[in-house]
């Protein structure tokens, strides 16, 4: 199976990459963007147990690895 | 007192740091490689400053698993001293031994530049030693440097007087204009509650001679060499 991570800066952390890239979208005269907050994606390919749920393992992986969740959070999809 | 510098694939401050320490100071040091466990009865650790493990995912993430990190945990949690130096500071952040995280500069740039520290504590076992004016200079040389943390925590640094030096200008006065990445309340190095684990992200073993520049990084580790 696979896992589709998405892990973005928490709402409140400044994210000064994406204002660099919200002003020069705006430079390009995309003005109708109002803000940009970059993240990362991760693709995780996982041997799956039948019967098992495998969402506390791959939110364990993102809690002490993946993530630093003082300052970021994560959302993850699985796909079969 | 013996001095170990942990060596991470990627670092690349831990011969300033073991010169500094030896040939300017006349201490004893030794390298200590990070998948050995073994601290080889070093007083005091150095996580040194460099890009451990190429700062993949986030700087100092995967070197919070280097198997030398549960010794030096370990060490830690014994009440014996643990220094970090710019990215050795992320990686005590990532690993818990310090609250907070380092972000992205607030300018987008990687700096690298001499900046003024202000002494916020001189009987600490870090910086008991700094006898002479409280704004000293050191250089910065980073991308991730903002220090962040939640009200609550910068709170709790605050009242337990856990801050160790902020970015002034040559007065000791904070603002804007001497922050150097964005940090919160000015912050460039901290420690712990119990005062032996520390972090900042200025370079003292870069300042340990006038020849090459300067010498106010000598005294934070002649601290260490003398406390108690």
């Given at each position: 199976m696979t896992a589709l991570i998405h892990i973005t800066p928490k709402p409140d952390i400044l994210d000064p990459q994406g204002r660099a890239v919200s002003s020069a979208l705006?430079?390009?005269?995309?003005?109708?963007?109002?803000?940009?907050?970059?993240?990362?994606?991760?693709?995780?390919?996982?041997?799956?147990?039948?019967?098992?749920?495998?969402?506390?393992?791959?939110?364990?992986?993102?809690?002490?690895?993946?993530?630093?969740?003082?300052?970021?959070?994560?959302?993850?999809?699985i796909q079969q | 007192m013996t001095f170990g510098i942990v060596v991470f694939p990627g670092s690349n401050c831990d011969h300033d740091c073991y010169w500094g320490l030896k040939h300017e100071l006349g201490l004893s040091v030794r390298f200590i490689w990070h998948r050995q466990r073994n601290l080889e009865g070093s007083d005091c650790i150095i996580l040194p400053g460099g890009f451990a493990h190429g700062d993949y995912l986030r700087a100092g993430a995967i070197a919070q698993f280097s198997p030398v990190m549960d010794s030096v945990y370990q060490h830690a949690q014994k009440g014996k001293p643990v220094i970090g130096i710019c990215n050795g500071f992320q990686v005590l952040t990532e690993i818990g031994l310090l609250p907070g995280a380092l972000l992205r500069n607030d300018t987008q740039r990687f700096r690298h530049e001499p900046?003024?520290?202000?002494?916020?504590?001189?009987?600490?076992?870090?910086?008991?030693?700094?006898?002479?004016?409280?704004?000293?200079?050191?250089?910065?040389?980073h991308g991730q440097g903002r220090y962040y943390a939640p009200a609550e925590i910068i709170e709790e640094l605050e009242a337990g007087q856990q801050v160790l030096f902020r970015y002034c200008d040559a007065q000791g006065s904070l603002g804007a204009e001497s922050n150097p990445n964005g940090s919160l309340q000015g912050i460039a190095g901290i420690m712990n509650r119990p005062g032996n684990v520390m972090g900042l992200m200025p370079h003292p073993e870069r300042r340990m001679n006038a020849r090459v520049g300067g010498a106010d990084g000598r005294a934070l580790f002649q601290s260490i060499a003398t406390f108690g």
């Open positions: 705006h430079d390009l005269g995309y003005t109708e963007v109002s803000e940009v907050r970059i993240g990362r994606y991760i693709t995780l390919e996982f041997d799956a147990t039948a019967g098992q749920d495998p969402r506390p393992r791959l939110e364990e992986m993102c809690r002490r690895l993946l993530a630093n969740i003082n300052i970021e959070t994560f959302k993850i999809e | 900046v003024r520290l202000r002494i916020e504590r001189k009987d600490t076992r870090f910086t008991h030693a700094y006898n002479g004016a409280s704004v000293i200079e050191l250089p910065i040389a």
